[in-house]
């Protein structure tokens, strides 16, 4: 969910910036604020002070409850893409309290539960916001590593609390837990945009979910709701029983297995490829059907090499998906709570979270760490 070309901080941002740097982020706004940081690409997060903006007339300010761990934030504070800007505070699978609205606001109010993802600012005028696609929009800001509409460095969802414009503000339904709710805010948009978007819905048809970690294992259940036949391809052994008896797939390969992969050739008519790490495209290929699809969304720190044969003889489609605009957000959420979807996780203390990136860092998470912010948060 972050698009190196258009969407990092570029040369002229981080001109900007270091002019705006002349105040630390501990003053450049008037509300002091505090989370965790890392500061070079070891990764490490540790306690940071910094600030945040008054509550704007479009704005809401949230007090943030839990915040889900994603592998962006793991790739974002490791500089694995080579354009992380530091200090960053990551985190965005945001579940809060909104306790603060502008007075232009009128889909929250004070006391509200909301939700925060990806993404919190975009033009609001091109054609990709005109058409509810502000995750296209070529100035869309993400909720950390960016820089905001008022030229101020954004920091994410390991903090106490954010102040969000409210159209990048999600209601987040009755029904959903907050805490193994919050992963839908990216995990669960990511998936499921695409799925709606390249026509992956139809029931019966067969849905292979490459990788099952936080994006895969909510693939599986969104699958489900969908009706189609689910199968896992991992390279996990271990997490084939999960796979089948919690998280309700039909069926399990292990990638490295080159029989049960063999005998699955031909068998797929959609693939969903959650995969963090550089990985061969060919063997999931060869699982599709003739005319199927492939949509690639982890993104590895090195280009994937794209295998034409597969592709041309047999008529099949690679895409990408880049997280969902916030009407979809909200669609995908009651969507969710409608059909009793949420996220597996482990929740866990803030100052837990260095060991928990080490875990996601070997795939050795089941299946979203969040993060219990309001309860493990405090300045010291
Ligand atoms: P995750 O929880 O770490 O899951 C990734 C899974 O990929 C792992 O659980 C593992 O599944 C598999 N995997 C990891 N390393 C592998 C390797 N070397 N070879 C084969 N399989 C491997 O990560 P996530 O939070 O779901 O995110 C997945 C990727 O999507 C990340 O690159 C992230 O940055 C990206 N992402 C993209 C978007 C978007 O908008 N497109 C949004 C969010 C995240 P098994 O154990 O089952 O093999
Ligand atoms: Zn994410």
């Not at 929250?108 to 993404?119: L, S």
């Not at 996601?360 to 405090?378: G, M």
């Amino acid at each position: 969910n972050i698009s190196p070309i258009s969407h990092s901080l570029t040369h002229s941002d981080k001109h900007k910036h270091r002019n705006k740097m002349a105040k630390s982020p501990e003053t450049e706004h008037p509300n002091k604020a505090f989370g965790w940081a890392a500061r070079d690409k070891s990764g490490l997060l540790s306690p940071f002070h910094f600030s945040r903006r008054d509550n704007g007339e479009n704005d809401v300010t949230v007090k943030i409850l839990y915040c889900g761990v994603c592998h962006t934030d793991l790739h974002t504070i490791k500089n694995d893409w080579g354009f992380t800007y530091y200090p960053v505070v990551p985190g965005h699978e945001i579940v809060g309290i909104a306790t603060k609205v502008g007075k232009n606001v009128t889909t929250f109010k004070e006391g509200d539960r909301v939700g925060v993802g990806v993404i919190t600012g975009s033009c609001q005028s091109c054609e990709s916001c005109d058409q509810d696609l502000e995750n296209y929009c070529p100035q869309m800001a993400f909720t950390y590593n960016a820089i905001g509409s008022d030229g101020t460095k954004n920091y994410g969802g390991y903090s106490e609390t954010i102040v969000v414009d409210q159209r990048f503000v999600l209601r987040f339904p009755e029904g959903l837990p907050s805490d193994s709710g919050a992963p839908l805010l990216c995990a669960g948009i990511t998936v499921y945009s695409p799925m709606k978007y390249y026509g992956m819905t139809e029931p019966g048809k067969h849905l292979g979910v490459a990788g099952l970690g936080g994006l895969g294992h909510v693939a599986v259940k969104i699958g489900k709701a969908f009706g189609l036949k689910v199968t896992v391809i991992s390279s996990s052994p271990s997490k084939e029983d999960e796979a089948i008896n919690r998280l309700g797939a039909d069926s399990f390969l292990v990638s490295s297995d080159p029989r049960n992969m063999k005998a699955a050739i031909g068998t797929m008519d959609y693939i969903i490829d959650t995969v963090s790490a550089v990985h061969a495209l060919f063997p999931l290929l060869s699982l599709l059907k003739v005319n199927g699809k492939l949509v690639t969304l982890g993104l590895p720190e090195k280009p994937l090499e794209l295998p034409i044969f597969p592709l041309v003889l047999g008529r099949k489609m690679v895409g990408g998906s880049d997280v969902g605009g916030m009407k979809e957000t909200q669609e995908m959420l009651d969507f969710c709570a409608k059909h009793n979807i949420t996220a597996d996780i482990e929740l866990i203390k803030m100052d837990e979270i260095n060991s928990a990136m080490e875990r996601l860092a070997k795939s050795d998470v089941r299946y979203r760490f969040v993060i219990d912010v309001a309860n493990s948060l405090s300045p010291p």
